[in-house]
């Protein structure tokens, strides 16, 4: 199994604040990888696929970028709604497989 | 729009099988592949597998020996099927679409809370 490596695993930032967060892959994957947000008691939300584009409907101050086995997901001006848990999930091959994900909160 | 809809027994005992649907409105299963995917409360996300109706599917090997996976275009739903359940296996269990677009799951149901115990 491709193993994904979130950090850091927990993050205080206040509004306003640019944050990144880094998903690093057990062996290389190309550009398959996606960015997920997830805030308490609701379903994951893809934010990015592709490693770096932009899910329709998601807003402009997400961006995020690499491939191979580094990437990195970038706030660039956090919001109040921003402050949730984000994962990054390979699908270069089965079993597709997630970071433990990146706890955002609010300082 | 594509919507998910996830259900069955909140409950289930030790050993039992664990059954679960997921209706979809807004496409058909017999498009895309479709995953089933978990979260223990509290912990991250875990991909149990995938189906594509008709074609193929796909376990994590992990779960591989107690899952099963199924779909019914008669009404458009999928199914999953895990069995010998433990206390390890409690988790909100999510259906999800794999989509077109990095083959992302761009569409998740709400999830539903399924607890084994006695």
């Known amino acids: 199994d491709i193993q994904m490596t979130q950090s850091p695993s927990s993050l205080s930032a206040s509004v306003g604040d640019r944050v990144t967060i880094t998903c690093r892959a057990s062996q290389s994957i190309n550009s398959h990888l996606n960015w997920y947000q997830q805030k308490p008691g609701k379903a994951p939300k893809l934010l990015i696929y592709s490693a770096s584009s932009l899910q329709s409907g998601g807003p402009s101050r997400f961006s995020a970028s690499g491939s191979g086995t580094d990437f990195t997901l970038t706030i660039s001006s956090l919001q109040p709604e921003d402050f949730a848990t984000y994962y990054c999930q390979q699908s270069y091959g089965t079993p597709f497989t997630f970071g433990q994900g990146t706890k955002l909160e609010i300082k | 729009q594509v919507q998910l809809q996830e259900s069955g027994p909140g409950l289930v005992k030790p050993s039992e099988t664990l059954s679960l649907t997921c209706t979809v409105s807004?496409?058909?299963?017999?498009?895309?592949?479709w995953s089933w995917i978990r979260q223990p409360p509290g912990k991250g996300l875990e991909w149990i597998g995938e189906i594509k109706y008709s074609e193929s599917s796909n376990y994590s090997p992990s779960l591989k020996s107690r899952v099963t996976m199924s779909g019914d275009t008669s009404k458009n739903e999928l199914s999953l099927k895990l069995s010998s359940v433990t206390a390890a296996d409690t988790a909100v269990y999510y259906c999800?679409?794999?989509?077109?677009?990095?083959?992302?799951?761009?569409?998740w149901g709400q999830g539903t809370l399924v607890t084994v115990s006695s």
């Open positions: 999800a679409r794999n989509g077109p677009t990095g083959y992302s799951f761009d569409y």
């Open positions: 807004g496409g058909s299963i017999r498009s895309y592949y």
